[in-house]
């Protein structure tokens, strides 16, 4: 595909991904030609907003597409792939974990374009901001991968399939679990009548301090104070005997690092 | 105290806190009149960037603050009242943890004004936008600190001691607990040679979208979808026996929690 020639993308699947990744694609200019999707309520939904064609039937799929693209669980790749009706198509999909050789048996131009965010239908962003991490063993398919990527966002590598996992952990601890505590935060501060409101500022200055450096330069509490006094304070304040271990945990993982560091 | 009339603040101490606060009464209507410390480097730092007269020694300090507001180590707060030179000033603190009779011996008029941040001394913020906690059970050192407050941030209110210790143990799992996980993955990242870059727009979602919804809400990841398979490979990637049960007890508040929900 040259550098100035359009890219035809059908995506595959309804999700918070597929939502996402349609919304970016319609300000680019890349081309979303069809929607393919199981679940006919979304699927409609979809389409709907973004006025593109759509199938719940694969074998009315566009044979047109540079890339298709799929955005599934990651359980339903082995059954698609038994009912794909292209071979040798270039097929990405976008999760973190599925292998980049799950389409191998249909072609040899498949891969992985990982978009490393939390996306939430309904939930608009900055797409230009989200990394998208290509991953494939066919230069055609990464050419494809590579010239889509610098489309939708300003932020695009190669890494591979052992990075992609790695970095879907990583991201679970920096957003998932991050989440949890955000929720825990919040349960905690209102079971003393203390709105969630008085959190948000400490909670998007906590994210914004590791924008422009570590999280090790940022660290502040009483873990890193060592205030032993306080930590025994809040562990008696707890109640649930896993909150307090989780307690400990962080606080010891805290305390270690710091000592590694000096 | 009128509120058309000025507020003097005499600060003491010389950490982050007042690093912070220094800055925020220079940009408003309160007058800092002296600042009182017992590092001299740090004392002669902030005096020189703030051009404003200071001291290491409590009997030099001005006898004219409406407010002598502290922010010390916890540990300080008995020593200082014992040496401090006047009576029945207004005295306030602004720790999480200490108790708002800390200056009880010297005084009526004492109290707390916990600003609910973190802060890094030399890294600026938006203090408006920090909420301000007052904490005093004397009307004249209310009135005096609800003046201040609301000359330095947007966000203030009245709490109770209980909820000013409840407040404080949920801001551990809000920002220092949420820092502690974003060292842990930065580090799973580099591990494989993943730039903490690729993270910092995840966690900067993460944060941003809890500014208008509740955690709950917002909540993605392998637990959240049960997705067992994922899980079970992540423990597995995982070395640390004490990072692989951080990883169990988050994952289980996350699908507790959902369950609670439904």
Chains 1, 2 share one sequence.
């Not at 309520?41 to 907003?49: G, H, K, R, S």
């Not at 590579?146 to 300003?154: N, P, Q, T, V, Y």
């Not at 990075?163 to 952990?169: A, S, V, Y």
Request: hydrophobic share 40%; charged share 20%.
């Amino acid at each position: 595909m040259q550098k100035n020639k359009n890219c035809n993308v059908v995506l595959l699947g309804t999700g918070n991904v597929v939502w996402h990744l349609g919304h970016a694609m319609l300000k680019s200019q890349i081309s979303l030609i069809q929607v393919y999707g199981r679940n006919k309520t979304q699927l409609t939904a979809l389409a709907n907003e973004w006025h593109v064609p759509f199938t719940d039937n694969l074998n009315c799929l566009s044979p047109e597409a540079d890339i298709y693209l799929f955005a599934l669980k990651d359980g339903a790749y082995q059954e698609i792939c038994s009912v794909f009706p292209f071979r040798n198509a270039c097929m990405a999909h976008t999760s973190g974990n599925v292998d980049n050789s799950v389409f191998q048996s249909l072609t040899r131009h498949g891969g992985v374009i990982y978009p490393f965010q939390t996306f939430t239908k309904g939930f608009p962003l900055a797409f230009h901001e989200v990394p998208l991490c290509i991953d494939t063993n066919d230069p055609e398919c990464e050419g494809k991968l590579l010239f889509l990527a610098g489309k939708l966002s300003r932020i695009f590598c190669k890494i591979s399939s052992i990075q992609r996992k790695q970095l879907h952990l990583s991201g679970v601890f920096a957003c998932n679990f991050t989440n949890a505590l955000y929720t825990l935060a919040q349960k905690i501060a209102e079971e003393k009548e203390l709105d969630f409101n008085l959190l948000r500022p400490l909670i998007a200055e906590t994210a914004r301090k590791v924008q422009t450096h570590f999280p090790e330069e940022m660290q502040t509490g009483p873990a890193i104070r060592n205030d032993i006094e306080i930590i025994k304070n809040h562990i008696e304040l707890l109640k649930d005997p896993q909150i307090k271990e989780l307690y400990h945990i962080l606080t010891e993982c805290i305390i270690k690092n710091a000592k590694n560091k000096s």
